[in-house]
């Protein structure tokens, strides 16, 4: 048997059971599964069932993003966006990306969640992919990131391997210069990949700005995850490994200046913190006084600003309650709308040091949106909304969600 790592807290675990035999140990699959351990087909056991730093995984993680193509891409998950001939569709419960054969062509895909790193608490993302072979001129690209940064399994040109993009210059690893099992035959699993089929992986990283990243294949055999590449960036860099850390599972293809039609198939992303999400945010408010009648119109707005600090944001505001009151001889009818087109908005921010949140209550109407919570109140009546509960909504850089409101007859004063 080769030799793995045990967790400090888990000696006596082990010992206990290695002092009842060796034989009584390698077949004691309960206690590698609650030991945070797994073997190979050979029995060989692999210290992979433990954290980005190294702690025992009890199903602590959170989820952060998670998508599972069963009827379309749906637009409230995941964005798409194509250059030239690319498209972005749905088929039999994967969704396709496709440059189709005109040249200069691409299409990705991303979550519209991002997974929020946490300073000491490593992130991770599992999904499926169904790569097109290698070929020259073309890239296929898989995991965490954007077009700045990034962390990623895929192909460029012919060869197949791990990506690592920050502030748009990348660093590719072969398979052949993998770290781990390289997934040719020859390796601890004794498996070859072949990513023109569906296969799942994963990738984890500590962050902190320069800690480990490792990639993850899983064993077909067993379903257990192999360690296939660590990048080791400790004690070896003067600069972080990516410049930002908070991002969504990504998928593209490009067929860059050729003919070819390159596709890439998912079924199903997940990306999580391996620990509970604390959330560290800023807690903010804002209120206004608005004299509303018959016709509805909007009353107080928030948006999640795109930049922040001269960068791309990928903050996300996360709402809590809205308070509302109603001062008059009639009842009042409540919306809250996300993503409405208004009229006459001007956005001021709260503070551009410290948030990402804009308000506007100068808008005179708004059309369109999607309405996503309501309420009604009584004349001379106070109601929370409550929008965490209700509806655990998050705005996403670039969203807006709308508090508007509707007199039944006459005219009332609203209070948001």
């Known amino acids: 048997m080769k030799n793995f790592t045990i967790p400090n807290f888990l000696a006596g675990i082990i010992i206990g059971a290695v002092i009842l035999g060796a034989g009584l140990f390698i077949g004691m699959n309960s206690l590698i599964a609650e030991a945070g351990l797994s073997q190979t087909q ?35 998950q995941a964005s798409t966006t194509v250059v030239g001939s690319g498209t972005a569709t749905f088929s039999d419960g994967l969704a396709v990306l496709n440059t189709t054969t005109g040249a200069n062509s691409t299409s990705t895909m991303e979550s519209l969640n991002v997974i929020k790193y946490n300073a000491g608490t490593g992130a991770e993302m599992e999904g499926t992919a169904i ?30 391997g791990t990506i690592i993009r920050r502030s748009g ?16 035959g020859f390796g601890e699993s004794g498996q ?44 070896q860099n003067t ?23 390159i596709t890439i198939k998912t079924g199903s992303w997940a990306g999580f913190s391996q620990g509970k999400d604390g959330f560290g ?6 209120s206004t006084v608005l004299n509303v009648g018959v016709t509805e119109v909007p009353v107080l707005s928030i948006r999640a600003t795109s930049t922040f600090q001269g960068q791309k944001s990928r903050i996300h505001v996360k709402l809590k309650t809205s308070p509302l009151s109603t001062d008059g001889a009639q009842s009042v009818n ?23 949140s804009a308000f506007d209550s100068t808008a005179t109407a708004l059309s369109g949106g999607t309405v996503v919570n309501t309420l009604g109140l009584a004349k001379d009546d106070s109601k929370i909304m409550q929008i965490e509960d209700d509806i655990d909504l998050e705005l996403t850089p670039g969203d807006i969600l709308t508090i508007s409101a509707v007199s039944r007859a006459g005219t009332s004063d609203v209070s948001v």
């Open 42 to 76: 050979s029995g060989d056991i692999l210290d992979v069932g433990l954290s980005a730093f190294g702690g025992l995984l009890v199903d602590q993680k959170e989820p952060q993003v998670q998508i599972a193509f069963n009827y379309n891409i749906n637009s409230r």
């Open 131 to 160: 790569f097109t072979e290698c070929t020259a001129g073309t890239t296929q690209e898989f995991g965490i990131g954007d077009n700045e940064d990034g962390i990623f399994f895929g192909c460029r040109d012919t060869d197949f």
């Open 169 to 184: 210059s990348e660093t590719f690893t072969a398979t052949s210069s993998w770290t781990g099992d390289e997934m040719d």
């Open 192 to 235: 070859t990949i072949d990513i023109t089929k569906g296969n799942v992986y994963k990738i984890d990283f500590q962050y902190l700005g320069f800690g480990a990243i490792r990639y993850f294949i899983e064993e077909s055999e067993t379903g257990h995850f192999i360690l296939v590449h660590t990048e080791a960036y400790a004690n």
């Open 239 to 261: 600069e972080t490994s990516i410049r930002q850390p908070i991002l969504p599972i990504r998928m593209s293809v490009t067929n860059g200046g050729t003919s070819n039609a």
């Open 281 to 286: 945010g800023l807690a903010i408010a804002s």
């Open 334 to 356: 409540f919306f809250a709308t996300l993503n409405p087109t208004l009229t006459g908005a001007n956005f001021v921010s709260f503070d551009t040091d410290t948030s990402v």
